[in-house]
């Protein structure tokens, strides 16, 4: 059991001091995730490494119960992603912006750079895709907003590498596609 592992159990059997020795063992790892998901955002962007994670760490840490260390980054990252995406719908609002034309997109694969416009569509179509097939959902988060390879996703999954690619292949074309057809609904 690692570490990390122990001290989520802990929390779970309500150690008050458990909380506490967690964020030193996840805050490298998580600022490192933070780091390279926002280094692929564009120009301009407010929101630093540091105050995602810190905000991430605070939506983790109330009553959500964790089942090992891959389940604690998961939700890491899908807090990460809700972050971004609430970050982006506010510069949307008309006094930040959010006035301007909405462009369409193509995508083969997720970009390294995403517009507002675009983090919420993507965000939309994962939302749909989390109803059709959670797990590759949650591949998307873990890849995207996590910034994870495929091996450490697959892990985090407790799936194989290969079954990891495969479903990593199939949501990027069903993001794809549903993505193009929100836009043409516009």
């Known amino acids: 059991m690692s570490e990390v592992t ?7 059997d309500g150690d008050p001091h458990a909380a506490a020795q967690l964020l030193p063992l996840v805050y490298n790892e998580l600022r490192q995730l933070a780091a390279q998901k926002l280094a692929k955002e564009p120009p301009g ?18 009553d959500q119960k964790f089942e090992g260390r891959g389940h604690f980054f ?11 995406v609430e970050n982006a719908r506010r ?17 083969a694969d997720l970009p390294t750079q995403m517009t507002s416009d675009e983090l919420i ?3 939309n179509a994962l939302e749909k895709l989390k109803q059709h097939d959670p797990i590759k959902a949650k591949l998307v988060e873990l890849r995207y907003f996590a910034g994870m390879t495929i091996q450490q996703a697959s892990e985090a999954l407790g799936i194989s590498r290969v079954t990891a690619h495969r479903y990593w292949t199939y949501a990027r074309a069903w993001l794809r596609r549903q993505m193009k057809a929100d836009a043409g609904r516009d």
Request: avoid cysteine; proline fraction near 2%.
């Open 6 to 12: 122990r001290i989520l159990s802990a929390i779970e």
């Open 121 to 123: 569509a993507l965000d």
């Open 45 to 62: 962007q407010t929101l630093q490494p540091t105050a995602l994670v810190h905000e991430a760490y605070l939506r983790l840490v109330g």
């Open 91 to 107: 510069k949307q609002r008309i006094k930040h912006g959010g006035d301007r034309e909405r462009l369409d997109i193509d995508i």
């Open 74 to 84: 998961a939700a890491a990252a899908e807090a990460m992603r809700r972050i971004l």
